[in-house]
C-alpha cells in the first residue's frame, strides 16, 4: 500500500440532494468526503439514491440548489460530465458500436487531441492491463459480456480521470463471471490507485471493493464506514440486515444480560435501557452442548452448504435463529443443543425501525 | 394431390392480381416505345418518344430531381438533430411535437397546400420560386425521416450512447457526429430513400403549387396526359419508372438488411 502511486482527485460532496421536476426526492441532502486513491462504494437496494449520488458526481445530474461537487477543492457543480474528466462505466457499459475495441479505448484521447502514435501506445498498454490482448479489431457485438465490461473499463481508464465512476459494472454478468471480474476489478484498481466511486447493490462486491462503504436507504445516507465497522457494527436495523445475514432478536435486559425464551444471555454493554434490539451474525454463535444452564434451543433444520452448514434453531429467541457452523459438527432437526455466544458480538442497536 | 390443387389455385391467384397491378404498367411502357400505340406494337418500335419527353420536358425531371435532393438535405439537416433533441428529452412536449411533425401524414395535400397558399402567398418572389415547392415537399416529407430515425435511436439506447461520449470529454455536436449519426444510419438510410422516392412522385400538393415555370415531374406527366399524344404520355412513364424502381429496390434491401441485423 505505501509504495503504491496515488493517483485522481480528492472529491468533497457538500449538501447535495436531487428532487425531480415532479416532486419525488431522489436524494436527501448528502455530505461526502472521498479521499484521493480512495474507493468508495455506495451500497443500497434499487431505488436508494446511490446512482442518483454516482450521477451527480459525474456531472449527468445538477443537484438540488445549495449543493456543490468539489473536485480538489475545486468547485464543478456547474459543469457538465465532458469538462469534468471523469472515467464512467455504465451498467449497460455503453460502448460505440460504430467502433472496433481500439477506437473505444482510444476516443477519450481521441478527443483530447492525442497524436495517433502517442493513442495507439496508451490503447496497446490499456488491452494489456485489461487482457483484452487480440482483440483490438473486434467490433463490439463480436465480443462477449465479459469482454465488453474490460473495454468499458479500459475506455474509461484511458484518459486517467480525475476519478473513476462505475454504475453496476457487473451487473450485466452472470454470478460466475461476476464473481470473477470481481477479483480482477480489484486488483486493477489497486493497481491503478485512483479514487473510485462504486455504485452496487451487491454486499459482496461492496465488502471485496470498498475502502469504506456509504449504506444508503431511501435517498438518504444509513451508514459511512469501513467494510468491517459496517459488517460489525451496523448504525442500524436496515444495515445489519442488507449487508450479510443476521439475526435481529427483540428481548428485555436484565441488567447485563438479554432474557430469551431458552435462557439469558450475558451481552457486554447494554447502557442505561431495559429492552434491547440485538444483531446476532450467525457465524459468531457456536452450537455446544445443552448446559445446565445457559441458552438452549432446538434444531429446526440442517442445510449443508459444503464449506459450512447452515442450521436454524428454534426457542432460544423469540424468532428462529441461524447459525452458521463448522461443517464437522453433527447435530439433527429435533436435537436439543446448547448455544454459545461471545457477549462482544452481540451488537445493541436503536430501537427504532 | 389435393395439396398440390390448393397450391395451384393459390399460385394462379397470385399471379392473377400480380398482372392486374403489372399488366396495366406493362402496357404503358410497352406504348412509350411503340410507333403507333393504335396499330399495335406491329408498327415498329421507337425511341423517338422518349426522345421528344426529354426536349420538352427534361427541364421538370431535372426540377424534380434537384428537389427531391434539397428536401433530402433539409430534411437530413432538421430532421435528424430534431429526431435526436425529441428522442433525448422524452415527456409531454416532445410527444406533442411529434404529433405535430406526423400531422401533415393524415392532412391532404391539398389542404396543405392551400394553408401555404393562403399563408406566403403575398409573398411573390418566394411564390414564384423552387423553395415554395420544396416548403410543401419537405413538410410532407419530414414526418418519415423523423419517424424512421426515432425508430432506429429507440433500439440503439441512444441515452447512453450519448452519455458515453460525454463521459470521454466530447462535446455535444462531437457526439452526436462521431456516436448518434453512425449508429443510426440504417434509419437514416431508410428516411432518405423514403423522402426522395416521396418527394419524386408527389403530386397533390406540387400540382397546387405549382407554376408554369415551377413543374416537376408528376406535374408535367398529368400535363402531359391532357395535351399530348398517348405515346408521349407514355414514355414519359417509362422514364419516372426507371427514375424511381432503383429507390424502391434499394429502400427493400435496405429494410431487408435492417431486419436481419
Redo the contacts between chains.
Keep these: 500500500m505505501s509504495t503504491m502511486t496515488r493517483h485522481g482527485a480528492a472529491l468533497k460532496v457538500e449538501n447535495c440532494g436531487k428532487t425531480f421536476a415532479d416532486g419525488t426526492c431522489a436524494l436527501a441532502r448528502a455530505t461526502l468526503d472521498i479521499a484521493q486513491s480512495e474507493t468508495l462504494v455506495l451500497l443500497g437496494p434499487s431505488g436508494c439514491g446511490k446512482t442518483t449520488l454516482l450521477r451527480i458526481v459525474a456531472g449527468l445530474e445538477n443537484p438540488d440548489a445549495g449543493g456543490r461537487v468539489l473536485f480538489d477543492g475545486k468547485d464543478l457543480t456547474r459543469q457538465p460530465i465532458e469538462k469534468r474528466n471523469v472515467g464512467m462505466v455504465f451498467q449497460s457499459y455503453a460502448l460505440f458500436p460504430n467502433m472496433t475495441v481500439a477506437d473505444n479505448i482510444g476516443y477519450g484521447l481521441k478527443i483530447r487531441g492525442v497524436k495517433r502514435a502517442e493513442r495507439a501506445a496508451r490503447v496497446a498498454e490499456l488491452v494489456v492491463l485489461t487482457n483484452l490482448g487480440g482483440l483490438e479489431d473486434r467490433r463490439i457485438d463480436q465480443l462477449s459480456g465479459g469482454q465488453r465490461q474490460r473495454v468499458a473499463l479500459a475506455r474509461a481508464v484511458a484518459i486517467r480521470p480525475s476519478v473513476l465512476l462505475l454504475d453496476e459494472p457487473l451487473t450485466a454478468l452472470d454470478a460466475a463471471l461476476r464473481e470473477r471480474l470481481r477479483g480482477e476489478l480489484n486488483s486493477l484498481l489497486r493497481t491503478l490507485g485512483i479514487t473510485a466511486i462504486y455504485v452496487t447493490h451487491d454486499q459482496a462486491e461492496a465488502m471485496e471493493l470498498g475502502d469504506r462503504i456509504v449504506v444508503m436507504r431511501k435517498g438518504a445516507i444509513a451508514q459511512i464506514g469501513t467494510p468491517r465497522e459496517i459488517y460489525f457494527t451496523p448504525a442500524d436495523r436496515f444495515v445489519a440486515e442488507f449487508v450479510g445475514a443476521a439475526n435481529i432478536i427483540e428481548a428485555p435486559i436484565d441488567g447485563t444480560h438479554l432474557v430469551l425464551p431458552g435462557g439469558r444471555q450475558p451481552i457486554a454493554d447494554s447502557g442505561p435501557r431495559n429492552q434491547a434490539v440485538a444483531m446476532v451474525r450467525p457465524e459468531t454463535i457456536g452450537i455446544v452442548e445443552a448446559p445446565a444452564s445457559g441458552l438452549t434451543g432446538v434444531v429446526d433444520s440442517v442445510r449443508f452448504a459444503g464449506d459450512r452448514q447452515r442450521i436454524i434453531v428454534r426457542g432460544a429467541a423469540s424468532i428462529p435463529l441461524t447459525v452458521d457452523a463448522p461443517n464437522t459438527i453433527k447435530v439433527h432437526a429435533g436435537e436439543r443443543i446448547g448455544l454459545s455466544i461471545e457477549p462482544n458480538s452481540i451488537r445493541l442497536l436503536p430501537a427504532e425501525g | 394431390m389435393r395439396d398440390r390443387i390448393i397450391f395451384i389455385l393459390q399460385l394462379l391467384f397470385t399471379l392473377l392480381v400480380a398482372a392486374f397491378l403489372a399488366v396495366p404498367a406493362a402496357l404503358s411502357i410497352a406504348a412509350g416505345v411503340t410507333v403507333n400505340y393504335f396499330r399495335g406494337i406491329q408498327s415498329g418500335i421507337t425511341l423517338q418518344w422518349v426522345a421528344q419527353v426529354w426536349e420538352l420536358y427534361a427541364g421538370t425531371i431535372m426540377a424534380s430531381i434537384l428537389i427531391a435532393l434539397g428536401t433530402l438535405a433539409v430534411t437530413l439537416v432538421v430532421g435528424i438533430p430534431a429526431a435526436y433533441a425529441l428522442y433525448v428529452r422524452g415527456g409531454r412536449l416532445a410527444r406533442l411535437v411529434e404529433e405535430i411533425i406526423t400531422l401533415p401524414l393524415a392532412i391532404p395535400g391539398l389542404a396543405i397546400a392551400l394553408a401555404l397558399l393562403l399563408t406566403y402567398g403575398g409573398f411573390g418572389s418566394f411564390r414564384r420560386s423552387w423553395l415554395f415547392i420544396l416548403a410543401g415537399h419537405v413538410i410532407f416529407t419530414m414526418p418519415f425521416m423523423v419517424r424512421s430515425v426515432m425508430a432506429v435511436f429507440a433500439t ?2 441512444v441515452k ?2 450519448d ?9 455535444p455536436w ?1 457526439r452526436f457526429i ?2 448518434i449519426v ?2 443510426a ?1 440504417p434509419g437514416i438510410l431508410a428516411g432518405s430513400l423514403m423522402v426522395v422516392t416521396l418527394s419524386l412522385g408527389e403530386f397533390n400538393l406540387t400540382w397546387m403549387l405549382h407554376t408554369p415555370l415551377t413543374k416537376t415531374l408528376p406535374v408535367g406527366l398529368a400535363d402531359s396526359y391532357a395535351s399530348m399524344r398517348l405515346e408521349v404520355a407514355s414514355a414519359y412513364t417509362l422514364i419516372f419508372f426507371v427514375m424511381i424502381i432503383p429507390l424502391l429496390v434499394a429502400m427493400q434491401w435496405i429494410g431487408e438488411r435492417g431486419n436481419l441485423r
Excluded at chain 2, 452519455?163 to 462535446?171: M, Q, Y
Design positions: 440503439i439506447d447512453s450512447l452519455e458515453g461520449a460525454a463521459s470521454l470529454g466530447a462535446a462531437r462521431d456516436v453512425p449508429n444510419a
